[in-house]
């Protein structure tokens, strides 16, 4: 059973009130990946956006062939598989999501989340303003990575 | 009294090239002369100003704990002329060190507390002198848990690799390394921007103190992270890197409103600095 407050740990869902929260329990999925495991390749379809719970993976792209490069480690709270949600048309992935350490995830599917917007608007409004933060933060932080701060 | 202005000789015992640019390198140091070696008694944070002959003087972070006996160490970027004429310089050759200067961490404060220290790039040289002296045998349990958040731009541009391995494999200090992007298929830490995985990490703010240096765009995306984790300004760290001449405040070269950053700082915390004005 997925608990409340469990859902609220996750920095993408802490700002939705509980009547929402409990709407989401119901289509809240909850997976285990042991380390070594892809829990999605570059260009595979875009079924599930994920939260972790526990655990840690490392988002990868290929350089070339066989040569990945990984461009982020996503811990404990935080969300992705953004194409899920956010790609209209063809839904794909577009990195390789790799588990660093035996990790514990929240998953939801990208077509019963719409369901439940179009259902209610507020919530979906909420939900998606906050992955728009979410990116904008991502982005800028791509940006400040791209000036080669450190020297 | 002796002359503030005058530099005591030391030699350079070795030279260890710390980042695969080549760019980075930790000198040992000992001094010439054995009674200059009683006088320079410093405190993590502080810094001195290195002599080469001929090309000028510079400020450099004591990379070393007073903890380490007998050899001072400097981590210098190599930038231009006098970190360019140091880094030509090897084993066996002389240089000068005037200090120790500038105030240090405020470790009297930070006794009995838990200590975040977060660091970015190349500036984590007096972060370094912290984390050996608090590890050291006799100051470990003068403070709570230690948590260390320490960034760079890929694998090979971190400092002090052994240590920082050597740390990770410890329990009484939590490591957290994070690069912008590794390619290295055994890459085993983090790869994120550093207020990112500091948010992930979620040091607590209870009874703690945050130690941070690092570009200044580093500590700008880091600063309301820990204010959202519940770090007051008064407990929120940071070491000032302003141009500098004299390191004695005597020249003016290195001041913010009424203060000198060589002789009021190089450390300030939050609270103190929102009422300097905004020059650094
Ligand atoms: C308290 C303090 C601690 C420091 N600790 C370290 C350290 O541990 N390791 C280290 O490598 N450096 C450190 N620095 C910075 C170091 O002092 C400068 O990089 C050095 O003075 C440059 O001297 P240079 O003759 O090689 O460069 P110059 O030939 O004078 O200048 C070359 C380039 O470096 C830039 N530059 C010069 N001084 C500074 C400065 N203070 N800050 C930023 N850019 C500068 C110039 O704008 C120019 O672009 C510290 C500075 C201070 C004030
Ligand atoms: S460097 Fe001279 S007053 Fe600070």
């Known amino acids: 059973m997925v608990e409340l407050d469990d859902l609220k740990a996750i920095i993408l869902l802490s700002h939705l009130t509980d009547p ?26 875009a079924r599930y956006l994920y939260a972790i719970i526990e655990g840690k993976v490392g988002l990868e792209l290929e350089k070339t062939a066989n040569v990945p490069v990984m461009m982020d480690t996503i811990g404990r709270g935080r969300t992705f598989g953004f194409s899920a949600l956010v790609d209209t048309e063809q839904k794909k992935y577009t990195t390789h999501a790799r588990v660093l350490a035996d990790t514990k995830l929240f998953a939801w599917e990208g077509t019963e989340l719409e369901m439940l917007f179009y259902q209610h608007y507020e919530m979906g409004f909420l939900f998606m303003k906050r992955i728009a933060k979410i990116a904008k933060t991502r982005l800028q932080i791509r940006n400040v990575q791209f000036l080669d701060i450190y020297g | 009294m002796e002359n503030p202005y005058l530099p005591y000789p030391a030699r ?20 010439l002369n054995s009674e200059d070696r009683g006088k320079f008694i410093h405190r993590a944070g502080q810094f001195a100003e290195l002599s080469v002959a001929g090309k000028g003087e510079i400020p450099i972070g004591i990379a070393s704990s007073p903890t380490e006996q007998g050899y001072l160490l400097f981590t210098v970027n190599q930038v231009g002329v006098v970190t360019g004429a140091l880094h030509q310089m090897e084993a066996g050759d002389t ?45 470990r349990s003068r403070f709570g848990d230690i948590t260390v958040i320490y960034g760079a731009r890929t694998p090979g541009m971190l400092l002090y690799k052994d240590e920082l391995a050597a740390w990770n494999e410890r329990d009484d200090i939590r490591m957290h390394i994070t690069v912008d992007a590794a390619d290295d298929p055994d890459w085993k830490y983090n790869v994120g921007f550093v207020p990112t995985i500091t948010q992930e990490a979620a040091p607590s703010a209870k009874e703690a103190y945050a130690l941070i240096c690092g570009p200044p765009i580093m500590i700008k995306f880091t600063l309301p992270i820990l204010s959202e984790l519940g770090f007051p300004p008064e407990r929120i760290i940071m070491s000032l890197e302003m141009r500098m001449k004299c390191g004695i405040g005597m020249c003016g070269r290195c001041n913010i409103g009424t203060e000198y950053v060589c002789k009021d700082g190089p450390v300030f915390d939050l609270a103190h600095m929102s009422r300097l004005p905004n020059e650094y």
Not at chain 2, 12 to 31: A, C, H
Not at chain 2, 99 to 127: H, Q
Not at chain 2, 133 to 139: A, D, I, R
Request: negative net charge.
């Open chain 1, 20 to 45: 929402m929260l409990e709407k989401l329990v119901d289509i809240t999925l909850t997976m285990e990946h042991s380390a070594g495991d892809y829990i999605f390749r570059d260009g595979d379809y």
């Open chain 2, 12 to 31: 350079i015992d070795s030279v260890v090239t710390e980042t695969e640019d080549r760019n980075l390198k930790t000198f040992k140091l000992v001094f």
């Open chain 2, 95 to 139: 240089i000068g060190v005037r200090g120790p200067l500038g105030n240090w961490y405020p470790w009297e404060r930070m006794e009995g507390k838990n200590v975040v220290i977060i660091g970015g790039g190349f500036a984590f040289t007096t972060l370094r002198a912290s984390i050996i002296y608090m590890l050291h045998p006799e100051n």
